[in-house]
């Protein structure tokens, strides 16, 4: 699959290691048989994610299942020279991919899916309570008090 340019840009400046002309690193996070998706980061990102694990006490639950999902069901890989991420067939078969993709921003990470997994699970769990409503326009929990 084909990785935007501007976010291979993101990926170069996040890898301490890169250097013009070599591939930038990223990792993918594939987890368990409940993730339907696969979860992308920068070097960055996932130091940032492995600094926060390690605050955690150690052999607490929380800790061992995070260490689990970002450490354990990972893999590193890198963009090639086409600005291509070649996946393993493992993890295409994990989630579904045959001959589309989608690809879900999400900030500093993005995510891979399956075209129609992502489209029955984009709002799944996301049940109306108190402080949200699905029906209606999301862009409308972007209002708040924040200075211009």
């Given at each position: 699959?084909?990785?935007?340019?501007?976010?291979?840009?993101?990926?170069e400046a996040c890898d301490p290691e890169w250097k013009s002309?070599?591939?930038?690193?990223?990792?993918?996070?594939?987890?368990?048989?409940?993730?339907?998706?696969?979860?992308?980061?920068?070097?960055?990102?996932?130091?940032?994610?492995?600094?926060?694990?390690?605050?955690l006490p150690r052999g607490s639950k929380k800790r061992k299942?995070?260490?689990?999902?970002?450490?354990?069901?990972?893999?590193?890989?890198?963009?090639?020279?086409?600005?291509?991420?070649?996946?393993?067939?493992?993890?295409?078969?994990?989630?579904?991919?045959?001959?589309?993709?989608?690809?879900?921003?999400?900030?500093?990470?993005f995510e891979i899916w399956n075209p129609d997994t992502y489209?029955?699970?984009?709002?799944?769990?996301?049940?109306?309570?108190?402080?949200?409503?699905?029906?209606?326009?999301?862009?409308?929990?972007?209002?708040?008090?924040?200075?211009?």
């Amino acid at each position: 699959m084909s990785i935007p340019a501007p976010f291979r840009r993101v990926l170069e400046a996040c890898d301490p290691e890169w250097k013009s002309g070599d591939a930038p690193r990223l990792i993918v996070v594939y987890g368990d048989k409940r993730r339907k998706f696969l979860e992308c980061f920068s070097v960055e990102a996932m130091d940032s994610v492995e600094r926060k694990i390690a605050k955690l006490p150690r052999g607490s639950k929380k800790r061992k299942a995070l260490q689990r999902l970002y450490l354990t069901q990972s893999i590193e890989t890198t963009i090639d020279e086409t600005g291509r991420l070649v996946l393993p067939k493992a993890l295409r078969e994990k989630i579904g991919l045959e001959s589309g993709v989608m690809c879900a921003g999400n900030g500093d990470t993005f995510e891979i899916w399956n075209p129609d997994t992502y489209e029955e699970e984009i709002y799944a769990g996301l049940e109306e309570d108190e402080d949200f409503d699905p029906d209606v326009d999301p862009s409308e929990y972007l209002e708040g008090d924040e200075e211009d």
